[in-house]
């Protein structure tokens, strides 16, 4: 059964600072993987979708990678802003689940202090 | 011109009451989808549509029913509510089932607290 963490749970940072989220899943057998950014009382909005076939994605000052053989992501976040706050959750939908079933970490709850 | 449209936001009703949450999806998208998010912020599917065939019932108790009356509108109907069932609730869609090349769009979600 596909398991999806993110470490770490909680992370403050200095305005200006570059910063990795990490996110790891189980089972490598995977469509895509996407990550999310929530904010408190907030919908879910996208930031990056990387394919199966694909090693990373560019946004802004976004950069997801994805390595599906150790079954890792990571999220880049370049010259942190107070603005970049939120819980950023990623997800994976994998073969098991080809019905569509988006499987989701716990998140990361940012904090970027000015 | 919102993507994926719940209502209501906010949802405050008595146990044993019965109420429905309603989503629509303007993109066009074949697949369509309910999500609860715990009070851990945890969020796990519950039921999945696709052109208003059931094509995912994950272990939710039967109190839920979901219903596609075409394949931009997706609702949840749940009965009997139970303090359990607080939770925020998000609809999401996607162009085919898993979300392939264009991922998925989630709405702003609904938050229904049974007292």
């Known amino acids: 059964k596909q398991e999806v963490t993110q470490i770490p749970a909680a992370l403050s940072v200095p305005e200006g600072e570059n910063l990795v989220l990490n996110c790891s899943f189980t089972?490598?057998?995977?469509?895509?993987l996407q990550w999310f950014r929530q904010d408190p009382g907030k919908g879910l909005t996208s930031l990056l979708l990387i394919q199966s076939s694909q090693r990373e994605q560019t946004s802004g000052r976004l950069n997801a990678s994805l390595d599906k053989s150790s079954g890792r992501s990571t999220l880049y976040i370049a010259a942190s802003q107070p603005g970049d706050s939120a819980t950023y959750l990623c997800a994976v939908t994998d073969y098991g689940g080809s019905q569509g079933n988006l499987i989701f970490g716990k998140g990361t709850k940012l904090s970027v202090k000015p | 011109d919102t993507a994926v449209s719940q209502t209501p936001k906010y949802l405050v009703t008595q146990m044993g009451n019965d109420k429905s949450i309603k989503c629509e999806q303007n993109?066009?998208?074949?697949?369509m989808y309910w999500y609860k998010q715990d009070s851990k912020k945890f969020l796990k599917i519950m039921f999945s549509y696709n052109n208003k065939e059931l094509i995912i019932n994950e272990t939710v108790p039967n109190r839920f029913s979901p219903k596609s009356p075409d394949k931009a509108h997706l609702n949840l109907h749940i009965n009997s509510l139970e303090l359990g069932d607080s939770a925020v609730y998000f609809c999401?869609?996607?162009?085919?089932?898993?979300?392939?090349?264009?991922?998925?769009?989630f709405g702003s979600g609904t938050r229904l607290t049974v007292v």
């Open positions: 089972d490598s057998a995977i469509y895509n």
């Open positions: 993109l066009g998208h074949d697949t």
């Open positions: 999401a869609s996607s162009q085919v089932p898993g979300g392939q090349t264009y991922g998925y769009t």
